[in-house]
């Protein structure tokens, strides 16, 4: 049935498939602020909307006196961008979705926005449609593609003037915004679209639920599109489609809706720094750590890295999604279209984490026990128990747990070709 544009109706709509089969994402932010590559992607908010003297300094020592945010823009010049590159190193780490930024709060737009004359990719700084071509170079390699659209702009006057009026005018959201997201959808047909910039003001203002009831029923992508929950003060979590909730949010237990964790390679930012240290950068332990609990408690783990000015994302960046990448490919059985089990971390523990596909059990562990004898007191074996490890031939010695559960004998593996962190076993004909 059609959708009506208020939430009970919108809230109804099914999740489409592919969504949470996928499990793996990348996210990337990249736009003007990769210019100064200081501080964050918020530079400009704390140079000139806070008026931060260490922002103000960054400037005076690094740019011509008078420089303003403008003129940044024409530096951004994404030189080195090459999108089939791009789109062969996030199917090698194991990504099956890749959200970009078509604009954040700068407002600049990474594609030629009729909306957004001389604040966009094609007019200044590139001139190249950079949306386009990565959602060129993601299809070719059979990704899904998802695209970041921050709803607010810090410094656009028609979104003050509407702030002034308390949000009671809407200029900005009819001339600006709405404009810019049919554009979106109708010029690149994505598979997700990741709002933001939501939550100064409420839904109504934002007219939230008219474009997604359009989204839903009469849009090019209407039964494949997923959206997240960003959608006016007060939605996340609550509504929309899958629910991110905050930025590296993390549920205690298993959520009763689907959900996504997005977070940061580098800890202190989203977008480049070109000051980031090694110090800074999540290791690939801890990538693959916030993978395997995102998922046992059904979620998804979209990753975030942010490529240079001239489109280059980091050879840190690099290796740890490649790592990531190597990883899954031993282990991604035990994470693509997985479903979260009855039980999705072992008693007492936070080093086994368990997930399900069909009959099968997956009990991932993080830390590899000192004498190679895996406890595990959740599942319940029967005579027709099989052990296996992911990547590993033959199937291994198990016995019954004096109290209940498994004692599993993991096999004697040389410490070399070992992944830095986590091994998957597969546990048949288990309760």
Request: aromatic share 14%.
């Amino acid at each position: 049935p059609p959708y009506s544009p208020d939430w009970a109706s919108l809230d109804a709509r099914p999740l489409p498939a592919w969504f949470d089969r996928a499990k793996v994402g990348v996210f990337v932010h990249w736009g003007v602020f990769a210019v100064p590559a200081w501080g964050s992607e918020w530079f400009w908010w704390h140079w000139r909307g806070q008026r931060d003297a260490r922002y103000e300094r960054f400037v005076r020592s690094r740019f011509p006196p008078g420089t303003a945010y403008a003129d940044f823009a024409p530096r951004f010049t994404a030189r080195d961008f090459q999108p089939r590159q791009w789109a062969r190193l996030f199917r090698s780490a194991g990504a099956r979705y890749v959200v970009l930024t078509t604009k954040h709060h700068e407002g600049f737009t990474n594609w030629g926005s009729p909306r957004s004359w001389n604040w966009n990719s094609v007019d200044t700084g590139p001139h190249r449609d950079l949306v386009g071509e990565l959602g060129e170079a993601l299809r070719e390699s059979n990704l899904h593609y998802g695209l970041y659209y921050s709803l607010m702009e810090w410094f656009n006057p028609l979104y003050l003037a509407d702030k002034k009026h308390g949000f009671k005018t809407q200029d900005f959201v009819l001339k600006k915004m709405m404009p810019e997201l049919y554009d979106l959808v109708l010029k690149y047909k994505p598979d997700l679209i990741w709002s933001d910039g939501d939550w100064e003001a409420p839904d109504s203002y934002w007219n939230s639920t008219s474009f997604l009831a359009w989204l839903y029923n009469d849009s090019p992508v209407k039964d494949t599109v997923v959206v997240n929950d960003r959608w006016g003060s007060g939605c996340s979590c609550r509504h929309g489609g899958f629910y991110d909730c905050a930025d590296r949010y993390r549920p205690g237990t298993l959520p009763a809706h689907k959900w996504e964790m997005c977070s940061s390679m580098d800890s202190l930012s989203w977008g480049y720094r070109s000051n980031m240290s090694v110090a800074e950068v999540m290791d690939a332990a801890g990538i693959i750590q916030e993978l395997v609990q995102t998922v046992s408690l059904g979620g998804n783990y979209l990753i975030n890295v942010g490529p240079t000015k001239e489109g280059v994302i980091a050879p840190i960046f690099q290796e740890r999604l490649l790592a990531l990448g190597r990883w899954l490919d031993t282990n991604g059985e035990a994470i693509y279209e997985s479903q979260p089990w009855r039980v999705q971390v072992e008693n007492s523990t936070d080093t086994v984490w368990y997930t399900s596909r069909g009959p099968a059990v997956y009990a991932i562990f993080l830390l590899w026990p000192q004498d190679s004898v895996l406890e595990l007191r959740s599942p319940v074996p029967s005579p027709a128990t099989r052990v296996t490890m992911l990547g590993h031939a033959g199937t291994l010695k198990w016995q019954e747990s004096p109290g209940k559960g498994l004692l599993i004998t993991l096999p004697c593996l040389p410490p070399s070709p070992l992944p830095q962190s986590g091994w998957a076993l597969k546990l048949e004909g288990v309760k």
